[in-house]
């Protein structure tokens, strides 16, 4: 994690959290076997990347949907705890594990529920989405639970971690991304190319897409 700016007192927590995925992957494959051992790099690196670019302030609600085995939303609550997190998913074996690995840590800022996301109610300041599905289907998901406003260093809305050519994904959702942070310029690593997080504001959204009916 040497190019980003994690708090000290988060890299004892980042290191047991790394150690709690090991644990449970042998178990439930929350990350790819084959790329386990690049599990610091690969996988909680590029979810810690915000910590380049966002500040939250104190009382932030965040929600993670399709959070898997906790990412980003676990490595993201350990360095912002300040704020609250909510990490839903479908699938019940992997909540069981993210509740485990939370309560292990000592996380008081984070809720894990089995839940699918278009069935939540109440709005967040930002919601994440790492790898879940293509831009307008989880748009749908998501448009009613986001809360326009500008407390932060980024507008309220969307962080999405996508890899690819994209351009035919934004003009099916007919919203272009605020900003578009590029994983190789922060981490320097051919792996990372083409894979970004994509930021869109909530009042974009909002003013430009359609409630699904």
């Not at 996301?117 to 986001?146: K, N, Y």
Request: overall charge neutral; proline content about 7%.
């Amino acid at each position: 994690y040497a190019e980003l700016p994690i708090p000290y007192e988060a890299e004892p927590r980042l290191a047991a959290l790394a150690a709690l995925l090991r644990e449970w992957n042998d178990k439930l494959n929350l990350v790819s076997r084959q790329d386990v051992e690049n599990l610091e790099r690969h996988h909680l690196a590029p979810c810690l990347a915000p910590l380049k670019f966002l500040r939250l302030e104190p009382g932030a609600t965040v929600l993670d949907v399709g959070t898997g085995g906790g990412l980003p939303g676990l490595p993201l609550a350990v360095c912002y705890p300040q704020a609250k997190f909510l990490l839903v998913d479908s699938i019940g074996k992997k909540i069981r594990a993210v509740e485990d690995m939370a309560q292990k840590l000592g996380l008081k800022n984070v809720e894990a529920r089995q839940v699918r996301a278009e069935t939540l109610t109440g709005q967040f300041d930002f919601v994440l989405g790492r790898a879940v599905a293509a831009l307008p289907e989880f748009t749908g998901w998501v448009r009613g639970r986001l809360r326009p406003g500008a407390r932060h260093s980024l507008a309220n809305g969307l962080l999405l971690w996508k890899g690819g050519d994209l351009a035919a994904e934004i003009a099916a959702l007919g919203v272009e991304p605020r900003q578009k942070f590029f994983l190789e310029a922060f981490f320097n690593e051919p792996y990372f190319r083409e894979k970004y997080i994509l930021h869109f504001a909530a009042e974009d959204i909002l003013s430009k897409t359609r409630a699904p009916a």
